[in-house]
């Protein structure tokens, strides 16, 4: 099976699941998980914030992140593409009271300064949600896995100076950002206040996410964690394997921008395919169907009787995800599938 609908598919390697077994643990609920102390510590150092936590999914960490933020009946402004308003089930909504308001999220993810200063609301008028909380995405999954420089981030903080605005970002792909901008981490988050990262997408990590932010704001997210049922006592295990992620994980992600970038040139040559090769900047690859008499259902079911998995996201439009679990020879055998399908 070639399966290329996401980068949460991967397996942890040998090695990872070899480091986790000889994991130190104790019960982190009482903060006494040696592995997952060390993660937390860790993590917070590379990304050059005061304090980090441990949690089990990418959701729980923007759930937890905006609930830090904000109470109930403020307001968040995100966009409109990105994955806490699309994908996470409404959960800030229904969980928090947290009024989301959505802005239009321009193609390389970003959102127009000017229409995030217009949607601000800091006065006392009774008719408005107080604006509390901004939360961008990078890389941003729906917007072709673009990978948005520090200079936007400068700006936006700039911007929102004179508010009492704070910044989440949902780093779910921080690391693809990283390395296909060549900017560390630290320096591609040093103008939000909080983040999630996530160990279990391209770092092969088996769960896993984290959220980042300053001691007082990790204190109180540790607090919604228990609340939100994410204790997870011996996780130690589980942790271990994002210890071994971060040494070890995050430079080999490169691997995975060329085989995306030599995917989306292949799919350029296939008619019936379109695509636009120059927005594949990382591990995300989005082209349309546009073929006469194959319909995106047919196409899917010969795809899977080739032993080939891709995400179809509606309007004719899929997604595949190049990550660590793809072989050698495996970009080769979808391409030939693909113009075999195609060429019919
Ligand atoms: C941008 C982004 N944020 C958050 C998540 C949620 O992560 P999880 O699946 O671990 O809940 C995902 C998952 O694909 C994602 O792509």
Do not use: W
Request: charged share 25%.
């Amino acid at each position: 099976m070639i399966d290329l609908r996401s980068d949460t598919v991967t397996l942890p390697s040998s090695e990872m699941k070899e480091f986790m077994f000889h994991a130190s643990i104790g019960d982190d609920v009482y903060g006494e998980d040696p592995s997952v102390n060390l993660l937390e510590n860790k993590t917070s150092d590379l990304f050059g914030k005061e304090d980090a936590l441990f949690v089990p999914s990418g959701t729980m960490a923007n759930l937890i992140s905006v609930l830090t933020h904000c109470d109930r009946g403020d307001e968040m402004l995100l966009g409109n593409q990105s994955h806490i308003f699309k994908y996470e089930a409404g959960g800030s909504s229904v969980l928090g009271g947290v009024h989301s308001h959505q802005l239009n999220n321009n193609n390389d993810g970003t959102i127009d300064i000017n229409n995030i200063l217009l949607a601000i609301n800091d006065t006392e008028d009774t008719h408005y949600a107080k604006t509390k909380l901004l939360c961008l995405e990078n890389t941003h999954n729906r917007c072709y896995g673009s990978a948005i420089p520090m200079k936007y981030f400068k700006d936006v903080r700039d911007a929102l100076k004179p508010h009492a605005l704070k910044i989440h970002l949902d780093g779910a792909r921080i690391f693809n950002a990283s390395v296909a901008l060549n900017e560390p981490v630290d320096k591609l988050v040093k103008n939000v206040d909080s983040l999630s990262c996530c160990l279990s997408k391209g770092l092969s990590c088996p769960s896993g996410s984290m959220v980042i932010g300053t001691k007082k704001f990790i204190t109180r997210a540790r607090r919604l964690r228990k609340m939100l049922g994410g204790g997870m006592r011996q996780s130690g295990i589980m942790a271990s394997a994002g210890i071994y992620a971060l040494d070890h994980m995050i430079d080999r992600l490169k691997e995975d921008h060329i085989n995306a970038k030599n995917l989306s040139n292949e799919i350029f040559k296939i008619n019936g395919l379109e695509i636009d090769t120059t927005k594949v900047k990382t591990n995300l690859v989005f082209f349309k169907l546009i073929k006469e008499n194959l319909n995106a259902n047919q196409f899917m079911k010969q795809l899977s009787e080739e032993d080939i998995k891709i995400d179809y996201k509606g309007n004719n439009i899929f997604r595949m995800v190049t990550h660590y679990g793809l072989k050698n020879n495996h970009i080769e055998k979808v391409v030939k599938t693909f113009k075999l399908i195609l060429n019919k």
